[in-house]
């Protein structure tokens, strides 16, 4: 079992910056992928980037350039630090993760609301 516990949404005018955090807890230790996805009101849930252990990165088109993903293994933290936010960036962000013991789990926080003043 893993838990994901997601922090710093908020409120930030369009331009500015917000950096979300996920602590994971449990079996941290099967974790392979990271990611953040976000869900807009009456929209499907949508990717916003990834991370594996490695440090190897995806993104999503509409994010390139302004977000950026990270991870601190020893803390068992991911980040996302999102740079030039634009209202079409209010979402509920949520953290992800894959984790695998004897076979693949797929572990989701409770999500955090990020809105985008214009």
């Known amino acids: 079992q893993v838990h994901l516990a997601e922090s710093g949404g908020g409120l930030a005018q369009a331009g500015g910056s917000l950096r979300l955090s996920c602590a994971a807890s449990g079996r941290t230790f099967s974790i392979t992928v990271m990611g953040w996805y976000r869900q807009a009101p009456g929209e499907q849930r949508e990717l916003v980037a990834t991370i594996n252990s490695g440090g190897s990165t995806n993104y999503a088109d509409s994010v390139k350039g302004r977000f950026t993903i990270s991870r601190d293994n020893a803390k068992n933290t991911m980040y996302l630090q999102m740079n030039s936010l634009k209202p079409e960036d209010t979402a509920v962000y949520y953290c992800?993760?894959?984790?695998?013991?004897?076979?693949?789990?797929?572990?989701w926080g409770q999500g955090t609301q990020v809105t985008v003043s214009s």
């Open positions: 992800n993760c894959n984790a695998v013991l004897h076979r693949s789990y797929i572990y």
